[in-house]
T-cell receptor
Framework: DAGITQSPRHKVTETGTPVTLRCHQT?????MYWYRQDPGHGLRLIHY???????DKGEVSDGYSVSRSKTEDFLLTLESATSSQTSVYFC?????????????????FGPGTRLTVT | AQTVTQSQPEMSVQEAETVTLSCTYD???????LFWYKQPPSRQMILVIR????KQQNATENRFSVNFQKAAKSFSLKISDSQLGDAVMYFC????WGRGSQGNLIFGKGTKLSVKP
């Protein structure tokens, strides 16, 4: 939705290897977020970006880094993957839309990446 | 810190009946947004309905409506005329209002809804 793609959609990797997940959006959204989803935990924020080269940590940022060199791409890197990072990862740009005289902000999610670390 | 609680891991409803999914939240803020998302087996997170805390009127989107009780910090989702396609996971989410916030969503753990034909 909202022109969001994530790649790869599935990945299996070994413990200790680096992994980069990519989120691409086509609608020039300034804010972008990375979440992970685990059974029994809902979705939790990893990192977010509020502009090119502007990023900040979320609730579960340990072991992850992000980069945003251009508006349309937001990369999530696991420098040395661990089994605890086996999860489904979602990217979500924040979109603004007019609702009468107000602007409302909503997050629309990408399709997700299922990452398995063996 | 804000928290969101969905106390019903699973719910069941008969097709064409009405079901209510519960959500409570904890916050010290007075202005915020609340959302319900649904997640089918495809994993895609789909926005169902949104409520601004300053609005007293409960939001409605077709067969989906909310019962927003600000004082009780309760935000339940009512699904009317339940259909087989409604049998997915539902997540309640909170977002702060205001420039100083990260703008991220805080999610409950989800409620899995089953619909009996």
């Amino acid at each position: 939705d909202a022109g969001i793609t994530q790649s790869p959609r599935h990945k299996v990797t070994e413990t200790g290897t680096p992994v980069t997940l990519r989120c691409h959006q086509t609608e020039n959204h300034r804010y972008m977020y990375w979440y992970r989803q685990d059974p029994g935990h809902g979705l939790r924020l990893i990192h977010y970006s509020y502009g090119v080269k502007d990023t900040d940590k979320g609730e579960v940022s340990d072991g992850y880094s992000v980069s945003r060199s251009k508006t349309e791409d937001f990369l999530l890197t696991l420098e040395s993957a661990t089994s605890s990072q086996t999860s489904v990862y979602f990217c979500a740009p924040r979109t603004g839309r007019l609702a009468g005289s107000d602007v409302t902000y909503e997050q629309y999610f990408g399709p997700g990446t299922r990452l398995t670390v063996t | 810190a804000q928290t969101v609680t969905q106390s019903q891991p699973e719910m069941s409803v008969q097709e064409a009946e009405t079901v209510t999914l519960s959500c409570t939240y904890d916050t010290s803020e007075s202005d915020y947004y609340l959302f319900w998302y649904k997640q089918p087996p495809s994993r895609q997170m789909i926005l169902v309905i949104r409520q601004e805390a300053y609005k007293q009127q409960n939001a409605t989107e077709n067969r989906f409506s909310v019962n927003f009780q600000k004082a009780a910090k309760s935000f339940s989702l009512k699904i009317s005329d339940s259909q087989l396609g409604d049998a997915v996971m539902y997540f309640c989410a909170y977002r702060s209002w205001g420039r100083g916030s990260q703008g991220n969503l805080i999610f409950g753990k989800g409620t899995k809804l089953s619909v009996k034909p």
